[in-house]
């Protein structure tokens, strides 16, 4: 069997890793030139470190990630709600960790290479479209050159992102994603240890401006500083197109974290301290009804774009490679494979999206803000019970799949 993976993003990559696990061969086309480490910090939920250790990569992930020890919750007065334990912290097997996306892309590049070759992942080859024939789906490509090339494979699987090309062939007249009515801005800079270090923040609500901190690497620099993600979501009515390297202005947003200076982190000077920002609307596109199409299916992003709430846009990837790849060990058709990945991942990944609008994670801030009226507090058990705090968070980990009753969990 012959596998055609469009993308070498971080779904791309480890289906290709799970596909040389199982045996089968495989190919990866990718439009850029070169995979340069774009984007900012990302999370990698239990669930998905468990897939990505089956692959042997956990120790290459310990070396430059933080293993996150907790989730932590603020208003914007700077008040603590909330903590929870997180990862082996919270009683997994495998850790979250917290990771730049371009170290991790970095590492589930070197991986490829290492166990299937550098001719395994072709850059600068750009997919318009593929056709089904008889003896199997062609992939039409283009290079940079203008060079078109027709690849032929058992599947061709799109893991081609936000913008897949495979996604708008099967679906031509979608029409444009669904804004939240939340834009957001990020960038990563080098900052003093938050907390503990090894903590994720979330501050403040969207309504007047929200943060999302942590640290995505290790090690400390010479200063003693750590490279720190951070994600600034404000409620705005417009919003330019989805775009991941689209540069953002700091004068669209910094007014509303002026007076965010608490006795843990001076937010406004630590933006200001970032070397380059970016910004992205939050915006996700309805759950498809079907994602197969004979021997063409969908993966990740390019399935299932969610509203980047949750920390589980990566995870979602991760599980639909491992799916797809043992339903490709399983069934003898390839057809059938790609069905019953479909069936087994569709339904699941279809509720995070739905989860991400409604009841991510941090609807922990939406309440409190909302029983407060957005006011300081004096007791936060005046305002909410640490079981219903709990409770929201737990809806989402079952939701998400990451619940302690799906996971192994350590004595």
Known sequence: MKVLIVGAGIGGLTLALELQRAGIDCQV????????PIGAGINLLPHASRVLARLGLEPLLAGVAVQTRESAFFNRFGQHIY???????????????????????EILLGAVHDRLGERAVSLGRRVLGVTEAPAGPIAHTVGVAGDVVDLKGDVVIGCDGVHSAIRRQLYPDEGEPRYS???MWRGVTWWRPVLSGATMVRAGWLAHGKMVIYPVRRELDDDGLQMTSWVAEVQTPQHADRSWDRTGRLADFIGHFEDWHFDWLDVPRMIRSTPSILQYPMVDQEPLQRWTFGHVTLL??????????????????????????????????PASALAAYE???????????LANRRTPPDAILREVWERTGD?????????????????????????????????????
């Open 29 to 36: 086309v990718e439009a850029s030139r070169d995979l340069a």
């Open 83 to 105: 903590t929870e334990p997180a990862g082996r912290a919270a009683g997994y097997e495998h850790p979250q960790f917290s990771i730049h996306r371009g170290d991790l892309q």
């Open 181 to 183: 009515g939340v834009n």
């Open 300 to 333: 990740g992003d390019a399935a299932h774009p969610m509203v980047p709430r949750g920390s589980n846009g990566a995870a979602q990837a991760i599980l639909d490679a491992q799916a797809l790849a043992q339903a490709l060990v399983r069934e003898a058709d």
């Open 343 to 353: 069936a087994e991942r569709r339904p699941a990944s279809n509720a995070v999206v």
């Open 375 to 411: 006011r300081p507090f004096t007791d936060i058990d005046d305002v909410i019970s640490r079981a219903e705090l709990a409770a929201l968070t737990d809806r989402y980990k079952h939701v998400a799949g990451y619940g302690l009753e799906q996971l192994e969990v350590t004595d």
